[in-house]
């Protein structure tokens, strides 16, 4: 499949090749680069150019370069321009230009990845889709998904992330949506942005890049919703709010004995039935968000509704399993407190002779981070769970505004707290682990996994 010619590319971003190629992908990463890929030399902690050769030699139809770098060839196949990250939002854009897919863009504090991945599953049976791999949501990410979006796509699904102000706009411009979908918005990167309303205003400039007529699908039930509902008017969109009383909102949910939840719900007037793999009431709410916005796309409803049974949860982003005696709710990718909430509603949903949480540290949450861990003791769900761990300074002020009953271990380190997995559950548990990535405590779910794990069947006799 030819992605990109060496002239398209060069037309696109006003390069100089120096040999003729065509590429049938794209690659930032020669550990998972593919035969055919053009090989983008970005600057991140380490200069790609030092990896051109390793790239050619690997496969690589090309490199995209700022300059021929050493050790390579001057007739390598290369397209050189002034900048790499210029070049490839240019590959980006041409991308957008000449395809004719319907373009759903989503951001959220949570859940975008996750939501992302229901809208492919949903749309999987009804045409071409090209959606984001993973995260890739930054001010790189979202080019380079577009630039990898074949022609002939018939459905294109982009997340849309941020750290900073000024940040989402321009990746909107670039990705040009037809409907543009907000999750939540939480206390997530208040360091850079103070309060919530500023996180709702950056959040809400998803829609500064709308096409025409096109539709803003909101969380219809937060403080902040009429910030995101003004600047949708601004936009000219046309507004879709999915909640508890929204145009989009869930009828019922019950969740089954394997995690699952069944779950009836009305989209634009229309109700549907729908199966998610995930007990969280979070992953509910965002479904019935996809779904509004994949009828406003265009889509079939009711096909959407039925396929979404496909998706699954990425590892450490909620998905639920059963290992060596107990449940394990396994939440660990990410946290601020929004999300954190919504993992310990979704642990009470589960059944279980105890719950147990295993928390670590929230990152980037700026002066208020004291008062932000120790006001977990406050939540509901908390009278629900019989046990908390955690590990990290943070959450310190969590596990002393605990009641000591409810105390279970707290370490300095997640590395601490591994060393202890065998302590940390027992037999009919039903098992949460959330934190931060930076807390590490991603890691105390492999322990507790090789600390349960079932022993090999005895063949003697």
């Known amino acids: 499949m030819s992605l990109w010619t060496s002239d398209d590319a060069a037309a696109a971003t006003g390069g100089r090749t120096t040999a003729s190629w065509t590429a049938s992908g794209l690659s930032i990463d020669t550990r998972t680069i593919r035969p055919g890929d053009l090989f983008v030399a970005l600057k991140d902690v380490r200069d790609g150019h030092d990896f051109v050769a390793q790239a050619l030699d690997r496969g690589a139809a090309a490199a995209l370069v700022s300059h021929v770098p050493a050790g390579v060839p001057a007739d390598a196949p290369l397209l050189v321009v002034p900048d790499v990250v210029a070049a490839l939002e240019s590959l980006g854009r041409a991308a957008r230009a000449r395809t004719r897919a319907r373009v759903l863009a989503i951001t959220g504090s949570v859940g975008k990845t996750s939501t992302k991945d229901m809208a492919a599953a949903a749309l999987a049976g009804q045409g071409r889709v090209h959606a984001a791999e993973a995260s890739l949501n930054n001010h790189w990410g979202v080019p380079l998904t577009l630039a990898r979006m074949p022609a002939d796509t018939d459905w294109a699904i982009l997340e849309l992330g941020m750290n900073h102000p000024g940040e989402i706009a321009p990746l909107s411009r670039m990705a040009r949506p037809h409907v543009a979908m907000i999750t939540t918005v939480g206390a997530a990167h208040m360091e850079a942005f103070g309060s919530l309303d500023g996180i709702a205003r950056e959040k809400a400039a998803i829609f500064d890049g709308l096409e025409p007529a096109g539709h803003a699908i909101l969380p219809e039930d937060l403080p902040v919703t009429p910030i995101l ?62 779904l509004a916005a994949l009828a406003a796309m265009g889509a079939d409803l009711d096909r959407a509704a039925a396929d979404l049974a496909g998706w699954r949860p990425y590892k450490g982003r909620g998905g639920v399993e059963r290992i060596g005696g107990i449940t394990l709710l396994d939440d660990s990718y990410n946290a601020n407190p929004t999300s954190l909430a919504a993992g310990l509603a979704t642990l009470n949903r589960l059944p279980g002779s105890r719950r147990v949480a295993i928390l670590g540290d929230m990152l980037e949450l700026g002066v208020d981070e004291a008062r932000l861990h120790a006001a977990v003791a406050d939540d509901p769900a908390m009278r629900e769970i019989g046990l908390v761990h955690a590990c990290g300074p943070r959450m310190r002020h969590l596990y002393e505004a605990l009641p000591p009953a409810r105390r279970g271990i707290w370490t300095e380190t997640a590395d601490e707290l591994c060393a202890r997995a065998a302590e940390l559950v027992a037999d009919g548990d039903v098992v949460f682990v959330k934190g931060s990535k930076g807390s590490r405590v991603a890691a105390v779910v492999d322990a507790i996994r090789k600390s349960r794990q079932t022993p090999p069947p005895d063949t003697k006799g």
């Open 229 to 290: 509902r003004d600047a949708a008017d601004r936009a000219g969109a046309i507004v879709v709010g999915f909640g508890a009383a929204g145009m989009a909102r869930p009828l019922s949910a019950k969740v089954d004995d394997q995690g699952q939840t069944h779950v009836r719900a009305r989209i634009l007037g229309q109700d549907v039935g729908f199966m998610l793999a995930s007990a969280g009431a979070h992953f509910v709410m965002n479904a019935v968000g996809v």
